[in-house]
């Protein structure tokens, strides 16, 4: 049985935009990577189920820079451009569908955007509400030109959670069937903790949230009543004795939610940890990516197989993950992808 993985990349040296991965899972070996489609940078992907592809997209013009989105119906194997949602200024960092009110959202790092747009019939977008954010950030050098949301996508009770690097601070939106946002609750993290990414565990009722800047994962126990955050435990994904720098960057949870994965660019690791009943976190293992700055990696269908891409080295790896331990074995390394940076299945 053969896997596909749309990879996104940025397009600073070799890359040429989007990217398709096959995985034999039976083989366990990665056998295929091909071109797929033109893009500035298309450092973030999000699959609809109508078969449209809504991809992070920078333009230079004149020396102009415009930064928006590319969307591209997948219908037929060659994707076909449908539309671009450009604007004067920096790309956004993150995009997600929203199926059940067709909704995009984006998160921008550079401009503190977090923007919905309405998805028509023809897969198009109409911009449907911005908010900016604002308020005190932290003293880290990335942090003190500003906010910097890193992520927006949907809690499990379908509210809206933004990420926000430069603030430290996790923010919960109600969001109308029109896309129109309405704040609920903030929740601060410690100085310097750069959030990034998040994941929930509906069952546990937690989150788990990872720092770019502190190398930590935060458990946090999520009240969907309320769509309040709070604070419960802090770990590390890097050994104590990594004086090096380090950004983690992807998280990901097991379906049976017992194990959480994270990337370390810098340690340039895969970390495991097992999560207990309350959503504890304790490691498990650390495995090199075998490349340099991995910035995202996914797994199989059956979440037996691990597909990392290695940013610097234009490289990706593939590992085997034990379901019992979550421990993970390297099975290929060298896999030439170039500048990957997001990895998401096709199906």
């Known amino acids: 049985m053969t896997e596909d993985f749309y990879i996104g990349t940025y397009t600073k040296r070799i890359s040429r935009g989007i990217y398709r991965v096959s995985v034999d ?46 969307i591209y119906d997948v219908t037929d194997v060659k994707p076909r451009a449908i539309q671009q949602v450009l604007r004067t200024g920096s790309s956004p960092a993150y995009v997600a569908v929203d199926e059940d009110r067709q909704l995009v959202y984006t998160a921008n790092y550079h401009t503190a955007a977090v923007t919905v747009y309405a998805i028509a019939a023809d897969g198009t977008l109409t911009q449907a509400d911005e908010v900016v954010d604002q308020g005190p950030v932290g003293t880290a050098p990335e942090q003190t030109d500003g906010p910097h949301p890193h992520f927006a996508d949907l809690t499990p009770d379908h509210r809206l959670v933004v990420c926000d690097l430069g603030t430290d601070r996790v923010y919960i939106y109600d969001v109308t069937d029109a896309g129109k946002l309405t704040l609920v609750s903030q929740l601060a993290l410690p100085d310097g903790f750069g959030p990034r ?3 929930f565990d509906a069952d546990k009722g937690v989150a788990y949230l990872v720092g770019e800047l502190s190398s930590n994962v935060a458990t946090l126990a999520y009240d969907a009543a309320s769509g309040v955050l709070t604070l419960k435990g802090i770990v590390s994904t890097i050994p104590d004795d990594w004086t090096e720098h380090n950004g983690a960057a992807a998280i990901r949870m097991s379906a049976d939610g017992r194990f959480i994965y994270v990337s ?13 009943d309350a959503g504890t976190l304790t490691t498990v293992q650390r495995i090199s990516t075998e490349g340099d700055f991995p910035r995202d990696f996914n797994w199989d269908s059956s979440q037996r197989l691990v597909l990392v891409v290695n940013q610097n080295s234009d490289n990706a790896s593939l590992y085997a993950r034990d379901a019992t331990s979550g421990k993970l074995t390297l099975k ?16």
């Open 332 to 347: 290929q390394k060298g896999f030439m992808v170039p500048e990957g940076v997001c990895v998401i299945p096709v199906k």
């Open 197 to 199: 990414h998040i994941t």
């Open 25 to 70: 899972s039976k083989a366990e070996r990665l056998v295929d990577c091909e071109w797929l489609a033109s893009a500035g940078s298309p450092t973030y992907l999000a699959k609809a189920a109508a078969q449209r592809l809504y991809v992070i997209n920078k333009k230079e013009t004149d020396g102009h820079t415009q930064g928006g989105l590319i």
């Open 264 to 276: 370390n660019r810098g340690h340039n690791s895969l970390t495991v940890f097992a999560a207990d």
